[in-house]
C-alpha cells in the first residue's frame, strides 16, 4: 500500500457555524444545553445589577448643589453634589488650607521618583532608588511638617484623607523594607540565636491583628517610654504600623533568598566575599529584583489596612469620609451610600492598577527566567 | 600556634554576635519594663490579672453562654471570645463556598460566566475590608424597617433590628432524634466502608448516595414521627417596640459575616483557580485515554492534586478571616477586639495584660492552624527524587 | 469484537483549529497487526491525527471508524473506543500523587471493574514485562524520565487494548534513556500489537514499522513501506526532510 501525493491541497474554511460572530457566540455561550442555561444566568445577574447601579449613580444623581436641600429631591440618585463639596477635606484632612501646596508638593515629587523607578531601561535606576528610600522622606517630612525653612508648621493632628493613607502606607513600606531584608537575612541565619529571634518576632507580629497592633501602639507606647515624652499620636501608630507591616516584608524577602540558587552562594564564597560582602553585592541584587511584585503586593495590603487608623482616632481618606456623614448640612439618605461608593471607587482604582503593574512585572520577571 | 587571630575566627565571632544579640534585646527589654512599671505606678493603675474576677458592669448584646452585668471580666472575656469564633466559624463557611463556587465558574468555558467571576474576584479584592463592612452596615442594614413593618420571607423576619428565625426547642423525646441522626451518619460511614471492601474484592461497589441519603433524612424522620413530634418552635412575637423570643442574629454579625465572606471569598476563588490550573492538562488527557469518566477523572485524578495546592493558601486565608473579625470593633459587634481590648481596656486602664491576653489568643489561633498545616503538608507531600 | 475488521479506518478526515485548517482530507486505513510510523515537521498535524484517533481532539469532517465504531459525538461510544486504544504521551502524564503499581490498577478497577487482586496481579505481570515490577511501590517523581515512560507504557497496556498510539514517546528522553523505551515498544511490535507511532526514531522506524507514512501542512504526503520509503522517497518534500533529519 503506497502513496504518493501529487499536488498539496489547498486550505479551505471551516464548516460555516463555528466561525465569525456567530461561531463565537455558539461555542462560547451556546454550546451545550447547560452552557445556555448559565449563559442565561449570567444574563440575568448582569440584568440585575447593572441597570440599576447605573440609574443610582449616573443617571439619577445628584451632581451640584451646596446642601442637603439638593440630594433631598425625590428619586435622588447618588450625591455627588457632598463629593464635591467635601472634596478638598476628603483629599487633605484638615491641613491648613493656605499650606496645601506643601501636600501637592510632595506627592509629586512621591509619583515622579516612583514613575521614574517604573521605567525598564531608566539609567541610574539605583541612583533613584535610594533617593527615593533615603533623601525624598527627609524632603517629605519637611515639607509636610514644616517649622523650619521658613515653613510654617502643620501639626500632625490636622493631616488627614488621602494625605494621611499614604503617608502611612508609604512609610510603612518604606521603613519596613530595611527591617525585613534585616529579619529574612538572621531567619535563614546559621546562628541559632539570630534565627530563633527572627522567627519568634516574624511569628508574633504575622499571627495577631493589625487592630490589636494599632491598639497596642496608641495605649502601651506611652507606656514604655520614660514619663513626660510627648507623644505624637500620628508617630505611635506608624511605629505600629511598621513593626507590623516588617514581618510581612520579611517572608517576602525571605521568598526571593530562596529563590536564589545555592550556586550563587557558593561563587560568592569562592570569590573570597564575606557574609555582607556576598549579601550587599552578589545575593541582594538578585533577590530584591526578585521580590519587587511582592513588595507591590504588601503595599497593596498595606494600602488597604490604613483604613484601620480610623478605629484609633486618626482621619485617614476612610475616616474623613465616614465623619463627614454626621454633617448635618447634607444629611441625606444617599449621603452615606454616596460616600462610601465614592471612597470604594477610589480605592479600587489605586489598588487595582498596582497589582496589575505588579502581574506584569512578575510576567517579565518570568520571562526571563523561562528556557527559550 | 594560631594560623589566625582568635577575634577571626568564624565561630568565636559568631558566639560573640550572638552574645551581643541577647544582650542588646534583654537590655532593651529591660528599660522598657521599668519605664513601663514606672509609668504604671505613677498612673495608680493595678497590674495582675486579678482584674478578671471583679465584675464588669455592662451588657453585652450578644451573648451564646449565660452573661449578665454583675458576671465578672473572665466570663465577658469568654463571651467575647465565643462570639469571635462564631463569626469566624460562619465566615469560613460561607467564603468557602463562595469562593469553591466563584474560582470553578472562573475556569468555566462559558464566557459570560468566566468573566462575571473575574469581576467579581477584582472587584471585591482591591476594597478594603473595613470599607466592605461598614457599607454593608450602614447602607444596607440600617435602611431595613423598623420591627413593625419587618420585610417577612418564610418565617424570617428581617428588620433594622437584625435577623430573627423560630427558635427550636425539643422537648422530652427529642434526644431520640438526635440520637437518630448520629446513629444514621455511623451507618453512612459503615455503607461506604462495605462498598470499598466489596469493590476491592469483586471490582463492584455497592451504591452509595442515595442510601446515605435515605438514612440521613430518613431516619430521624421516622424517629421523629414515632415519638409524637417533639418540637416545637418559638417563634418571635412583637412585644411593644420589639420582638421577643426566637432566635436573633444582630445587623453586626450579618454586616461582619456578609463582608467577611464576601471579601475572603474573592482571595479563595484566586486560590481554587490556581489550584486546579496547577494539575496539568495532560493528567486530564492521560486519564481520558484510559477510558475514565469525567466525574472519576475530577474525584481520582485533578481534585487530590488540586487540593494539595490549595489548602495550604487557603489554611492561610481562614486565618487572616479569624484576624479580621477584629475590625468588628469598628462596628461594636462584641467580640475580642471590641469587648475585651475595647471596653473591658478602658474601664480597667490594665491595657498591658489585656491586650497580652488578646493577641495571645490570636498568636495561638495562628500557630494552632500553622503546626496543622505543616502536619497536613509533611503527611501529602508529592514525593520526589 | 468482529475479528475481520479493520483496527482503524479513516475517510475524509479534515478538522480545524478555529479558521486553521489542521488535518486536510486524511485517508488512513489499519489493519490489526499493522505497524505503523507517522513521521513529519512540527506543525505537521501527526499528533493531532493520532489525537483524534481516541477522540481527545474532535473532527468536523470525515468519519473515524475504530474497531467498527464509529467516533462522533457520542460519549458512550468515545468511552467504548477509549478502552479498547491505549495511548503514550509525549510527556509521560503519571499521576504524581499514586504509586506506580495504583497508576496502572486505576483504570483497570474504575473502567473494567476488575477486583483489587485481580487488577494488581495483571499490573505485576505488566510492570515486570517491561522490566520495572520492582518500582512497584514508588512514586513517579523518583523515577528517571526512561523509568517513567515504562511504566506509561505499562499503565496502557493494563487496559489491554487492541490498538496502542504513541506520541513521540521518546522525545523528552535524554539520550541513554531512549533506547529502553524503544526496546518495550519493538517488543511489543513483535507480539503483534497494533500500532500508531508518532516518532523521529527512524530506525525504530525501519526495524519495526509495516508502512511509513510523511505527513506535512496537514496532509499525507507520502506513504510506503519502510525500504521503499527511505531507500527510494518520491515526493520533493519527503526527500528533503529525509535528508534533514537523517544527517545528523
Known amino acids: 500500500m503506497s502513496f504518493v501525493r501529487d499536488t498539496y491541497l489547498v486550505e479551505t474554511p471551516p464548516p460555516g457555524m463555528n466561525v465569525g460572530v456567530l461561531g463565537w457566540l455558539r461555542g462560547n455561550l451556546f454550546s451545550s444545553a447547560s452552557n445556555t442555561l448559565l449563559t442565561l444566568f449570567g444574563m440575568y445577574v448582569l440584568w440585575t445589577v447593572v441597570p440599576p447601579l447605573i440609574e443610582w449613580a449616573l443617571l439619577d444623581a445628584v451632581w451640584q448643589g451646596s446642601g442637603r436641600e439638593a440630594c433631598l429631591v425625590e428619586g435622588a440618585g447618588a450625591c455627588w453634589a457632598f463629593v464635591a463639596a467635601k472634596f478638598g477635606q476628603f483629599i487633605y484632612g484638615t491641613y491648613t488650607f493656605e499650606e496645601r501646596w506643601r501636600v501637592d508638593l510632595a506627592f509629586l515629587a512621591g509619583a515622579l521618583t516612583v514613575g521614574l523607578l517604573m521605567i525598564e531601561r531608566m539609567p541610574g535606576r539605583r541612583y533613584i532608588a535610594v533617593f527615593g528610600l533615603l533623601i525624598y522622606p527627609v524632603i517629605a517630612y519637611i515639607l509636610l511638617t514644616g517649622g523650619m525653612f521658613g515653613l510654617p508648621e502643620v501639626e500632625t493632628t490636622l493631616w488627614g484623607g488621602l494625605l494621611l493613607t499614604f503617608v502611612v502606607a508609604s512609610v510603612g513600606i518604606v521603613v519596613s523594607f530595611p527591617l525585613g531584608i534585616v529579619l529574612a537575612l538572621g531567619r535563614r541565619s546559621q546562628m541559632p540565636v539570630m534565627r530563633v529571634l527572627s522567627v519568634i518576632y516574624i511569628e508574633a507580629w504575622r499571627g495577631v491583628p493589625l487592630i490589636t497592633v494599632l491598639f497596642m501602639a496608641s495605649v502601651m507606647l506611652p507606656l514604655f517610654l520614660p514619663a513626660g515624652t510627648n507623644f505624637d499620636k500620628l508617630l505611635r501608630v506608624l511605629i505600629g504600623v511598621a513593626l507590623f507591616s516588617s514581618a510581612y516584608m520579611a517572608e517576602v524577602v525571605r521568598g526571593g533568598l530562596q529563590a536564589i540558587p545555592r550556586g550563587q552562594y557558593e561563587a560568592a564564597s569562592a570569590l573570597g566575599l564575606g557574609f555582607w560582602q556576598a549579601n550587599l553585592l552578589i545575593i541582594m541584587p538578585q533577590a530584591l529584583r526578585l521580590v519587587i511584585p511582592g513588595i507591590v503586593n504588601t503595599f497593596i495590603g498595606l494600602f488597604k489596612d490604613t483604613t484601620l487608623v480610623m478605629i484609633v482616632g486618626l482621619f485617614d481618606f476612610l475616616g474623613s469620609i465616614q465623619v463627614n456623614f454626621s454633617d448635618a448640612n447634607w444629611a441625606t439618605p444617599q449621603t452615606a451610600a454616596t460616600g462610601y461608593a465614592f471612597a470604594a471607587l477610589v480605592y479600587w482604582i489605586i489598588c487595582y492598577s498596582m497589582s496589575r503593574y505588579s502581574m506584569r512585572l512578575e510576567a517579565r520577571l518570568n520571562e526571563g527566567t523561562r528556557r527559550a | 600556634m594560631r594560623t589566625q587571630a582568635f577575634w577571626n575566627d568564624p565561630r568565636i565571632r559568631a558566639w560573640f554576635f550572638q552574645i551581643l544579640a541577647v544582650l542588646v534585646v534583654g537590655g532593651f527589654i529591660a528599660i522598657i519594663v521599668t519605664n513601663t512599671v514606672d509609668n504604671l505606678n505613677a498612673l495608680n493603675v493595678a497590674s495582675g490579672f486579678g482584674f478578671l474576677q471583679h465584675t464588669a458592669g455592662f451588657g453585652i448584646s450578644q451573648t451564646l453562654i449565660e452573661y449578665s452585668e454583675s458576671s465578672s471580666y473572665g466570663r465577658a472575656f469568654l463571651v467575647a471570645l465565643l462570639n469571635t469564633l462564631l463569626v469566624a466559624g460562619i465566615g469560613i463557611f460561607f467564603a468557602t463556598v463562595v469562593g469553591f463556587l466563584v474560582g470553578i465558574a472562573r475556569l468555566s468555558p462559558n464566557w459570560l460566566v468566566a468573566r462575571l ?14 470599607l466592605q463592612i461598614l457599607f454593608w452596615y450602614t447602607a444596607v442594614l440600617s435602611n431595613l424597617p423598623a420591627p413593625r413593618n419587618s420585610l417577612e420571607i418564610g418565617s424570617l423576619l428581617m428588620n433594622n433590628r437584625g435577623l430573627y428565625l423560630p427558635a427550636p426547642v425539643g422537648e422530652p423525646g427529642f434526644g431520640f432524634v438526635v440520637a437518630a441522626f448520629f ?8 455503607l461506604r466502608h462495605w462498598s470499598q471492601r466489596r469493590r476491592i474484592a469483586t471490582g463492584r461497589g455497592l451504591p452509595i448516595m442515595w442510601p446515605s441519603l435515605g438514612l440521613l433524612f430518613g431516619l430521624p424522620l421516622i424517629t421523629f414521627w414515632l415519638a409524637g413530634a417533639p418540637l416545637h418552635f418559638e417563634v418571635p412575637e412583637l412585644r411593644g417596640f420589639n420582638f421577643v423570643g426566637g432566635l436573633r442574629a444582630i445587623p453586626e454579625l450579618l454586616a461582619l459575616v456578609l463582608a467577611l465572606s464576601i471579601y475572603t471569598a474573592a482571595f479563595i476563588a484566586e486560590i481554587v483557580r490556581s489550584g486546579i490550573q496547577a494539575v496539568s492538562w495532560g493528567q486530564s488527557e492521560a486519564a481520558q485515554a484510559l477510558g475514565l469518566r469525567r466525574t472519576q477523572i475530577l474525584r481520582l485524578v485533578v481534585i487530590p492534586q488540586a487540593l494539595r495546592v490549595i489548602i495550604p493558601p487557603l489554611t492561610s486565608q481562614y486565618l487572616n478571616l479569624t484576624k479580621n473579625s477584629s475590625l468588628a470593633a469598628a462596628l461594636a459587634y462584641p467580640e475580642l477586639a471590641s469587648v475585651f481590648a475595647g471596653t473591658v481596656l478602658n474601664q480597667t486602664g490594665q491595657a498591658i495584660e489585656v491586650l497580652t491576653i488578646t493577641m495571645a489568643v490570636y498568636l495561638g489561633l495562628s500557630l494552632l492552624t500553622s503546626a496543622a498545616m505543616n502536619f497536613y503538608n509533611s503527611r501529602i507531600a508529592l514525593v520526589e527524587r | 469484537m468482529n475479528e475481520d475488521s479493520m483496527a482503524i479506518e479513516i475517510t475524509g478526515l479534515n478538522k480545524w483549529y478555529g479558521a486553521f485548517h489542521a488535518l486536510k482530507e486524511i485517508d488512513l486505513t489499519v489493519r490489526r497487526g499493522d505497524r505503523i510510523v507517522i513521521c513529519g515537521p512540527s506543525g505537521s498535524g501527526k499528533s493531532t491525527l493520532i489525537r483524534c484517533i481516541n477522540r481527545l ?14 467516533l462522533n459525538n457520542d460519549l458512550k461510544r468515545i468511552d467504548e473506543v477509549r478502552a479498547e486504544v491505549g495511548m503514550v504521551f509525549q510527556s509521560f502524564n503519571l499521576f504524581p500523587h499514586l504509586t506506580i ?18 487488577a494488581h496481579e495483571m499490573a505485576m505481570s505488566y510492570l515486570a514485562r517491561v522490566q520495572i515490577a520492582d518500582q512497584a511501590d514508588k512514586f513517579p517523581g523518583q523515577l528517571s524520565g526512561g523509568q517513567q515512560q515504562r511504566v506509561a507504557i ?3 497496556l493494563c487496559m489491554n487494548p487492541e490498538i496502542m498510539l504513541f506520541d513521540e514517546p521518546t522525545s ?3 539520550p541513554e534513556m531512549i533506547k529502553e523505551v524503544l526496546d518495550v515498544m519493538i517488543t511489543l511490535a513483535g507480539e503483534g500489537m497494533t500500532m500508531l507511532c508518532v516518532t523521529h526514531e527512524m530506525g525504530f522506524a525501519r526495524t519495526v514499522a509495516d508502512r511509513v507514512i510523511f505527513m506535512d501542512e496537514g496532509q499525507i504526503v507520502e506513504e510506503n513501506a519502510p525500504e521503499e520509503f527511505f531507500n527510494n522517497p518520491q515526493h520533493p518534500r519527503t526527500q528533503e526532510f529525509l535528508s534533514q533529519i537523517l544527517s545528523h
Not at chain 3, 503499581?101 to 485481580?118: D, F, G, M, S, Y
Open chain 3, 57 to 70: 481532539e474532535e473532527h468536523q469532517q470525515g468519519r473515524i471508524v475504530v474497531n467498527g465504531i464509529e
Open chain 2, 117 to 130: 467571576a473575574t469581576v467579581y474576584i477584582e472587584t471585591f479584592r482591591n476594597i478594603p475590608l473595613l
Open chain 2, 183 to 190: 446513629i444514621a451518619l455511623l451507618g453512612i460511614v459503615f
Open chain 3, 154 to 156: 505499562a499503565r496502557a
Open chain 3, 101 to 118: 503499581l495504583e497508576n496502572c490498577t486505576l483504570a483497570p478497577i474504575w473502567v473494567r471493574k476488575l477486583p483489587k487482586a485481580q
Open chain 3, 172 to 174: 523528552s528522553l535524554d
